[in-house]
């Protein structure tokens, strides 16, 4: 095997790891993928008889390509103020992800697009702080020279992360049958119609956020919630259960074209957070089976 191959199989052994950083840092599967390309790019380049720890010399290559995107990103939100759910990532209910080692690793630790909208929320220095050492334990001092802060400043940005994601994120049941249960019963209201039958199952307090064309458009509310799903299941969509980012989550088609995936957020037994992607260029991306 030539020294270029060997790298190359070297490489091929961190690319999960890799890609789950990436996603975590920019909530795009795609994005995640490109930037996991361009380490392997700069590492062919690079003479790697001075690199030490070839896994953790990825990871912050990795970590730097994902920090100057969030910064482009946020800089051109700023101008278009755009705003869209994170990606998906969409397995079949009856395949666990832990199965696949690629899979459980982009969402492990419960990963859902609900943490990833909260960690959207960060700035790119505090979102990179906090996924490096709370979701894969790198130490400050690694993660110092990444966003050009002292240990101790990079100790700030990440507690200033946790304080945020505690605040905002919601944990959900870790029983998908509960989980599952709960969705059922959500869509089976909807599709009778019936409006109390729909509040039973929803949080006073639920939370939808679906992504479209348009961008992003929140719904606050169990009545106004319950109003919006009985007037969609009127459109008469072929919806089939699916797991998104591990969690429960439905596929709905229509003329055999993916139509919308929408992921559920159940705590004890009622829905609080519904996210959906309905844009259809996303959509054509995901690897929906």
Known sequence: MSTQDALAA???????????????????????????????LRLSRTDTT???????????VVSRVCLDQLRSRRSRREDSLEVRLP????????????SDPEQQALVADAVGLALLVVLEELNPAERLA????????LPFADIAPIVDRSTDATKMLASRARRRV???????????????QAVDAFQA????????ALLEVLDPDVVLRASTAEGLRVVRGAAAVASGAVMFQQMALSARPVLVN???????????????????????GRIVGIDIISEPDRLRLLDVP
């Open 10 to 40: 070297d490489f091929e052994q961190q690319r999960p790891h890799l890609r789950a950083v990436a996603y975590r840092m920019l909530g795009s599967v795609s994005e995640a993928e490109d930037a996991v390309q361009e380490a392997w």
């Open 50 to 60: 001075e690199v030490d720890n070839l896994a953790a010399w990825l990871t912050t």
């Open 87 to 98: 990606d998906p990532v969409v397995t079949p209910v009856d395949v666990d992800p832990r």
């Open 130 to 137: 906090f996924v490096l050492h709370d979701m894969f334990g």
């Open 166 to 180: 505690q605040g905002a994120r919601t944990v959900p049941d870790p029983d998908l049958s509960r989980q599952r």
């Open 189 to 196: 209201a909807a599709r009778a119609g019936d409006f109390d």
């Open 246 to 268: 591990g969690v429960a989550g439905v596929a709905a088609s229509a003329e055999g074209r993916l139509y919308s995936v929408a992921a559920f957020t159940v705590v004890d």
